[in-house]
Structures are given as C-alpha cells and as structure tokens.
C-alpha cells in the first residue's frame, strides 16, 4: 500500500513562492511515474507536472511552465514542487499523486493574495 502526505501549503502574496513536498510510503513509489495536480473552486481538477520515476524526465502544465519545478528524492521517498512568482490564480488545493491515478494524497491549501 502506497501513503501520501503534502506539506508546505499556505497563503503567500503574489510573487512570492511555496515548496510543497509529499512524503510517501511504499516500496513501489520509486517505479511510480508520480505527479502534482491542483484543484480551485469550481473549477476541475488540473494537472500541473509530472515526473519520470528516475528523475530525469518532467513536464509541466503551460500555465506553470518557467515559474513551477518538480523533483522527487527517491532515497528519502519524497516528491517536490517548487513554486515561484506565484499568481491569484495559482490558489488551489494541490495534490500529489501517482501518474497512474491509483494513489492520491489528502490535499494541501494554496492561496496566493494581497
């Protein structure tokens, strides 16, 4: 069974930046494509990166892309999102998971504002 748990979130003025890091548990998580999606109120559920099991290989959602880095420790079974020059429309509930879908942690709080 694969756990996962985000910290890191919290309110931050525009401009400003957040690390979100998602701790899991689970011997599988190194093989595991794993990804950061967000979700602001009424709108659906975004993907915003993802990342090769090895590291070596992301990808970003346009919106994110040059302000957003993903990265992952697998030695310390950890998952990372780097966000800077954060923007009101950044503010979401962001979400670690495995690419696949099948895993999905609880969710933290992101809210950008002045």
């Known amino acids: 069974q694969v756990q996962l748990v985000e910290s890191g979130g919290g309110l931050v003025q525009p401009g400003g930046s957040l690390r979100l890091s998602c701790a899991t548990s689970?011997?599988?998580?190194?093989?595991?494509?794993m990804a950061w999606h967000r979700q602001a109120p009424g709108k659906p559920r975004e993907l915003v990166a993802h990342?090769?099991?090895?590291?070596?290989?992301?990808d970003y959602a346009d919106s994110v892309k040059g302000r957003f880095t993903i990265a992952r420790d697998n030695a310390k079974n950890m998952v990372y999102l780097q966000m800077n020059n954060l923007k009101p429309e950044d503010t979401a509930v962001y979400y670690c998971?495995?690419?696949?879908?099948?895993?999905w942690g609880q969710g933290t709080q992101v809210t950008v504002s002045s």
């Open positions: 990342i090769s099991s090895t590291g070596d290989s992301t």
């Open positions: 689970g011997s599988m998580f190194r093989s595991f494509v």
């Open positions: 998971s495995s690419a696949s879908g099948r895993y």
